[in-house]
């Protein structure tokens, strides 16, 4: 495929392969988001690469133009990780489930978001085991009533965000498999970031979790439920757009206020930093129906991402003292017999 | 059997032996390594053959005086070729008690016992669980005891040097190895040069250490030592003129990767996670940036296995390392890069198992898993090293296939061969093989899966290329295109294909040779790995006693060698000793219902020569 040609769109970035997933599954939103994104940024086929582990989510390689690694449970950060260490020029996308992320593989995406490698990872998070036919995740709410957890779910779930902020991850944002202006919105702030990103979607399991999201989602709510984050913006929402958050006054949270209320004006509210991280976790943290969902990038703060380390020591080190095997096998002590 | 024999005295009166075993054992805190080690150089450079092994107490630091706290290293040098470290010490230098009482079983009747009598009091005696002294309670009345006050004469020769006394004490090591230095007439300069060096920033450590080595020489010079301690000398051995160096099968190992790789011209990505005695491959490759190697230290070991399948994914040679629990982690991935056919190496260095086991004492106990131990039909390549030099081509080896035949292959070494160490004739670098790996970039008729006829290796198309994006993945795909596929006639044609494929790696590799003896011998001992030495030593041994064994030591564990099996049936008895309960003897029952007998160790430690020849003669007199 030529790279100087302009002309791509959505569909070249579509394999030739049948899409199997369930009539109506949000995967297929975020397939069409991700494939939308990939033809705004013309990006090139021979260099980007999708890794993924198993699950539902986990197919998505099969259904694209570019290079695709569908690996196994739980590990696709570390072979990614593998991928940017020998080729640094690649484009490395990871696509995960929860369980695939957050339960079995839940380790490796620690030390990615720590390490910083330069991989986009996209979360997406339908609170259940797709693929092995709907038992609760790390993610599902407590009660979730699934075949394994007849009588509810009992432990608490994990929220990627938390995680991702305690991991030390640079960069984490949310959206929803629906939306389809926000969420390549949000992929290509992802991919712009250099460094490991992790963008949760909240994608709809049809068959086993429907409707987890509504509460959040659904029309008649969502401009009261969610909060659309932008950086250097005031953080207000509500169908009037008469809601905002601010601290609560003494304390470190979050409390929502009404515009024009007790003499609240936009000069009250939160003005979101996407560089402070302990604002990312408040907003990460935000639950509804009594507070909104924090949606868009709650965290970017770039630095050094871990395969650029890597690389740059190794040419320091051959730069400096650029060697041969000969003299390698020579260094020390040797000896000639006669 | 190794060590002493012949006794005549050369033209400078000392006595001359035709190999000698030595071991320095001591405190952990006590130098026994660098001594150690510093003695093997000197042997070496004074021609002899050699081999060396260290024991490490398993604990990082146990208190002081104690049994677990014991820390030896023992060489084994000649004038004649050596194949093992010595079944029996010649000579014993023993520190404090603790390391007398656990080294004394491996000493031979009437043999040398060299101890540092300032050490030898009732706490000592306590801390190492001796009831009451045993120079004088007749526990050593079966061997030669030479006491020195070696503490004392250390501190007296350095009390000039403005040391404090610990400080002093800390070069008694120094003085013990003067005094070997002298009764094996051993030139002294390479452990001086040696001291300047590594002491160049604190220079009174360095003359303190070069003053406490000779002051040990002297002694032995000067003092009427008498018979007990004796001079010796053991001439130069026979060999092969060239340049050498002395290698641990953990450096040959890495340097062997890194020369794989540069055969394969391919960037080496190692990723591995800590574990005994696995790490020092870790190590010594993670100083080796300056070659281009990447190593890449994983959250654990299925994280490192992981990058490594990404990193040949992406077209380097990705290579992990650990020893066998951390295999056992890995096995998963390892069917991943099966079912995918990407190229990667899986370094065992294994230890005694099951689960943690005891994981500083070697053992062969990890070929099953290797040759096995995955889900469903996953062939893969295994081979073996028998020694530390060895370690250099069966690493190159091992890349060489991965990368030809798009499979994993597991090299297995064990914790013998990674610590111990021999000279090693150095290769021309110019004349190591070369195998450039050329990826596939024709996007005419390509698919991932289409095979080269002749190996039915898959072609490699790595990211980054245009035109041939294409995805894999561990679900089963259609031998015709690479896409995910549930036919049943073609998983059965892709199961054939994978398993053809790592069988025909046999026509790839030189035909089984004998190490010794022939088809005409009654008996063929049929080893891998680290028992070659013992194995060698043993059917040598007997062969020049006119008993008709031959000896086969198998690099390739699978495949086997294509003419294995015929080379077999020529014998009336096959006798395969191993440091395991008995799998490679299962495996060529299995393979070929041969009357294959079993020679099991597992005690952590190897073969003594006598062992094996003991087994040998009992086998050929019945
Ligand atoms: C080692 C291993 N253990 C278990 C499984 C079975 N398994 C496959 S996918 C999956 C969970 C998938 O859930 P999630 O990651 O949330 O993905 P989804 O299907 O919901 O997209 C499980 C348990 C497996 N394939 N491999
Ligand atoms: S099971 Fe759920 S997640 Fe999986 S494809 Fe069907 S709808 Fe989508
Ligand atoms: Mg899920």
Redesign the interface.
């Known amino acids: 495929?030529n790279?100087q040609s302009p002309a791509l769109t959505a569909k070249d970035y579509a394999?030739d392969?049948e899409v199997r997933w369930c009539p109506g599954c949000g995967d297929y939103a975020i397939l069409k988001a991700v494939q939308k994104t990939l033809a705004e940024l013309q990006a090139d086929?021979?260099?980007t690469?999708f890794?993924s582990g198993i699950g539902c989510a986990a197919r998505f390689?099969?259904y694209?133009?570019?290079?695709?690694?569908?690996?196994?449970h739980g590990?696709a950060p570390?072979?990614?990780?593998?991928?940017?260490?020998?080729?640094p020029?690649?484009d490395v996308w990871v696509v995960s489930g929860d369980g695939d992320a957050l339960s079995i593989g839940g380790?490796?995406l620690?030390?990615a978001l720590r390490r910083n490698v330069d991989l986009q990872i996209l979360l997406f998070n339908n609170e259940i085991y797709g693929l092995t036919k709907g038992q609760y995740s790390p993610t599902s709410r407590v009660g979730t009533r699934s075949p394994s957890t007849p009588g509810g779910s009992i432990d608490t779930p994990v929220s990627a965000g938390a995680f991702a902020l305690g991991a030390g991850a640079r960069f984490f944002a949310r959206s929803v498999d629906t939306q389809q202006k926000h969420l390549p919105e949000i992929l290509k702030r992802a991919k712009a970031h250099k460094g490991t990103s992790l963008v949760e979607i909240f994608q709809n399991c049809i068959v086993y979790n429907d409707g987890a999201f509504d509460g959040f989602t659904e029309r008649a709510v969502a401009a009261d439920r969610q909060v659309l984050l932008e950086h250097g913006k005031p953080v207000i929402f509500g169908k009037e757009n008469d809601k905002g958050l601010r601290l609560a006054e003494g304390k470190l949270v979050l409390e929502v206020v009404r515009l024009g209320e007790n003499g609240v004006t936009e000069a009250d509210i939160l003005v979101h930093d996407e560089t402070d991280r302990v604002m990312a976790g408040m907003l990460a943290a935000l639950q509804p129906p009594h507070m909104p969902v924090a949606l868009g990038v709650l965290y970017c703060d770039p630095t050094r991402s871990y395969e650029t380390s890597?690389t740059d020591?190794?040419a320091a080190?051959?730069k400096?003292?650029?060697?041969?095997?000969?003299e390698?096998?020579?260094k020390?002590?040797?000896?000639?017999?006669? | 059997m190794e060590g002493s024999t012949a006794l005549v005295a050369d033209p400078s009166g000392r006595r001359v032996l035709d190999s000698a075993v030595v071991r320095f054992a001591g405190d952990s805190g006590d130098g026994m390594q660098l001594t150690g080690s510093q003695f093997t150089l000197s042997t070496a450079l004074a021609g002899n053959d050699l081999a060396t092994f260290p024991d490490f107490p398993a604990e990082i630091r146990a208190p002081v005086g104690t049994t677990f706290g014991v820390s030896a290293f023992q060489i084994n040098f000649g004038a004649r070729v050596i194949k093992t470290s010595g079944d029996e010490l010649d000579v014993l230098v023993a520190m404090n008690p603790a390391a007398l009482k656990v080294n004394l079983v491996d000493v031979k009747p009437h043999g040398l016992l060299i101890l540092d009598s300032g050490a030898f009091n009732e706490r000592n005696f306590t801390k190492a669980g001796y009831e009451s002294d045993p120079r004088s309670d007749g526990s050593l009345k079966d061997y030669r005891v030479f006491e020195v006050d070696m503490s004392q004469m250390t501190q007296d020769a350095l009390k000039d040097c403005g040391l404090t006394k610990k400080e002093s004490l800390r070069c008694k090591n120094m003085w013990a190895l003067g005094l070997i230095y002298w009764m094996f007439g051993r030139d002294r300069q390479a452990t001086v040069d040696w001291l300047n060096e590594k002491f160049r920033r604190r220079t009174e450590i360095a003359h303190a250490n070069i003053a406490a080595l000779n002051a040990g020489h002297a002694f032995g010079e000067t003092a009427e030592v008498g018979e007990d301690l004796a001079a010796f000398s053991v001439p130069p051995a026979e060999i092969a003129p060239g340049l050498y160096r002395n290698v641990t099968g953990a450096e040959a190992l890495s340097w062997g990767l890194v020369a794989g790789a540069k055969g394969a011209e391919l960037k080496l990505v190692f990723c591995s996670y800590p574990i005994t005695p696995a790490s020092s491959v870790l190590h010594a490759l993670a100083d080796l940036k300056d070659y281009g190697v990447v190593t890449f230290q994983a959250e654990d070991e299925i994280a490192a296995v992981c990058a490594a399948i990404g990193a040949s994914y992406a077209g380097g040679v990705g290579v992990t390392s650990s020893s066998g629990p951390g295999v056992a982690l890995k096995m998963e991935a390892v069917g991943l890069a099966i079912s995918a056919e990407l190229p990667l190496v899986i370094v065992n260095s294994q230890r005694a198992g099951p689960s943690t086991g005891m994981p500083t004492k070697t053992e062969q106990s990890d070929l099953y898993q290797s040759v096995f131990g995955r889900n469903g039909d996953a062939p893969l390549v295994v081979l073996a090293a028998r020694s530390p030099a060895d370690c250099f081509d069966v690493a190159i080896e091992a890349v060489r296939i991965a990368t030809k035949y798009m499979t994993p292959v597991i090299l297995l070494s064990d914790g013998y061969i990674a610590n111990a160490a021999e000279p090693w004739h150095l290769p021309e670098a110019d004349s190591l093989p070369r195998f450039p790996v050329a990826f596939e970039t024709d996007p005419e008729g390509f698919h991932p899966f289409k095979r080269d006829p002749e190996t039915l290796s898959r072609s490699w198309a790595v990211p980054g290329t245009p035109g041939l994006e294409h995805r894999i993945g561990g679900i089963e795909k259609a031998s015709d295109s690479g896409n995910i596929s549930y036919d049943p006639a073609n998983h059965q044609l892709m199961t054939d294909l994978r398993r053809n494929k790592v069988l025909g790696v046999a026509k790839d590799v030189p035909p089984q040779a004998f190490e010794a003896g022939g088809a005409d011998d009654k008996l063929v001992v049929v080893g891998w790995g680290s028992t070659y030495g013992p194995i060698s030593r043993a059917v040598d041994n007997l062969r020049s006693e006119g008993l008709p064994v031959a000896h086969l030591h198998l690099r390739h564990i699978w495949p086997l060698p294509q003419n294995l099996e015929a080379l077999l049936r020529g014998f009336d008895k096959i006798l395969v000793p191993e440091m395991n309960d008995g799998q490679l003897v299962t495996l060529l029952r299995g393979e070929y219902l041969v009357p294959a007998e079993s020679l099991s160790k597992v005690t952590g430690k190897p073969f003594k020569i006598s062992e094996i020849e003991a087994a040998i003669r009992a086998r050929l007199e019945d």
């Open positions: 495929m790279v394999s392969q086929t021979a260099k690469v890794i390689p099969y694209m133009s570019t290079y695709g690694f569908h690996t196994i590990r570390a072979i990614a990780t593998g991928v940017k260490l020998t080729n020029e690649l380790n490796h620690l030390h890597v020591e190794v080190a051959r400096s003292h650029p060697s041969d095997l000969a390698l096998l020579h020390g002590h040797t000896w000639t017999v006669s």
